[in-house]
């Protein structure tokens, strides 16, 4: 494989995106941690189950918009290998066939590594496939969720409720009803990455048939819909600060916020989807930033 091509691969797995699985992994387990039981083993498998699904996700997302026509020269966002013949459909297939393997290898050992009962085996393996599921069918299929809006929900539960809180409970075998703010928290800060992506594309999208819910929303109420994504994760945070207060440094996260507040104002204020373009990016590593302030501060305090 030469320089390009492996280039060209990278690309298609959105490096910009993938903050996002080392974001929620980190918190689920840095609240593990305060709970008394960290395992760096199955921290590290989760992390690494969370990356191949959401790598997963990102390749079947290219090869679904592109067997429906979705991608086109008019797409303001960088061009995709496949969109630029670089990669064929027929390769792009056949290394989702290898992620999926791989997903499933991963989160297999995981499940191994992490079980204590035969529930807690049945109901991994169930939310394992669902995962796997999920990432393909986002685009790809007779009738892909993406396609109807319900994208959004199904990046808050898959990138905030279960990876905070599968992290979570692999590592301690609780859970905690405080655990929901976190993890909702992260849900939102990763719907809005999702969000910002569907806000860039937005007009492309109404006319390739890609119903997305910033599609839905329309342009200014889906811009005034990220600020209230953003404005939930802070609020989620600050709650369990407040209902599980230690020490001082449980608010450490609370440094980021003008950082997101910015963001915020900035995504409001930009009618141009093109000036969008770079806020993914940007979307991606603060939500990263956010939650590594957030673990940070509960493992000092």
């Known amino acids: 494989m030469t320089t390009n ?14 903050p996002l699985a080392l974001a929620t992994i980190l918190t689920g387990s840095a609240l593990a941690y305060r709970a008394g039981q960290f395992s760096w083993g199955i921290m590290l498998l989760c992390l690494l189950t969370a990356t191949l699904l959401q790598v997963l996700s990102n390749f079947a997302n290219d090869y679904g918009d592109h067997q429906k026509g979705s991608d086109t020269a008019e797409r303001i966002g960088p061009l995709r290998g496949i969109q630029q013949g670089a990669i064929s459909a027929k390769q792009l297939k056949t290394a989702l066939k290898w992620l999926v393997a791989a997903g499933l290898l991963s989160g297999g050992l995981l499940i191994f590594t992490a079980y204590r009962s035969i529930g807690d085996l049945l109901a991994f393996s169930l939310l394992g496939v669902l995962a796997i599921v999920a990432a393909i069918t986002y685009t790809v299929g007779t009738k892909p969720y993406g396609y109807m809006g319900l994208g959004d929900i199904s990046v808050f539960i898959f990138f905030g409720l279960l990876a905070v809180g599968g992290t979570y409970y692999l590592q301690t075998h609780s859970l905690d009803f405080t655990i929901l703010f976190p993890a909702a928290a992260c849900g939102f800060l990763s719907t809005a990455v999702l969000n910002i992506n569907n806000l860039r594309d937005i007009e492309q999208d109404a006319k390739a048939g890609k119903n997305t819910l910033a599609v839905r929303l329309g342009a200014h109420k889906g811009r005034v819909y990220h600020c209230i994504l953003l404005g939930l994760a802070a609020l989620c945070y600050l709650i369990f600060a407040l209902l599980c207060f230690r020490h001082m440094t449980d608010f450490l996260f609370i440094i980021v916020l003008p950082l997101l507040a910015k963001h915020a104002m900035f995504v409001y ?5 093109l000036l969008l373009r770079p806020m993914l990016a940007q979307m991606s590593l603060l939500a990263l930033l956010t939650n590594i302030l957030f673990s940070l501060g509960l493992l000092i305090g």
């Open 269 to 273: 204020r930009s009618k141009d989807p």
């Open 5 to 18: 091509n492996l280039n060209i691969w990278l690309e298609t797995a959105r490096p910009k995106t993938l």
